[in-house]
């Protein structure tokens, strides 16, 4: 089995910096896509930025040029740096991995951490 777990939400001022991480462990044979996603009360989830197992990203234009996506192969892990936080950004914040496991390539997705930002 694969397993993600997600650290480094939290609540922050508006103009502060959090830095996420998700590691996934267990049968994880390699790592396709990374990417992390959002979802704000009353909104639909949406994808934040992505990483490829080439190094190529790709960010929403919402946080394009405050947000930085990357990863550590040797660790399973993906993290996203937040700097210049605005309240718009306040949401679940979940990693999704397209690995391949022992059974084959599957989606798995994130416990999800609270990101707050107060103005």
């Known amino acids: 089995q694969v397993q993600l777990v997600e650290s480094g939400g939290g609540l922050v001022q508006a103009g502060g910096s959090l830095r996420l991480s998700c590691a996934a462990s267990g049968s994880v044979r390699s790592i396709n896509v990374m990417g992390w996603y959002r979802q704000a009360p009353g909104k639909q989830r949406e994808l934040v930025a992505a990483i490829t197992s080439g190094g190529s990203t790709n960010y929403a234009d919402s946080v394009k040029g405050r947000f930085t996506i990357s990863r550590d192969n040797a660790k399973n892990t993906v993290y996203l740096q937040m700097n210049s936080l605005k309240p718009e950004d306040t949401a679940v914040y979940y990693c999704?991995?397209?690995?391949?496991?022992?059974?084959?390539?599957?989606?798995?997705w994130g416990q999800g951490t609270q990101v707050t930002v107060s103005s």
């Open positions: 999704n991995l397209d690995l391949v496991g022992l059974f084959g390539s599957k989606a798995y």
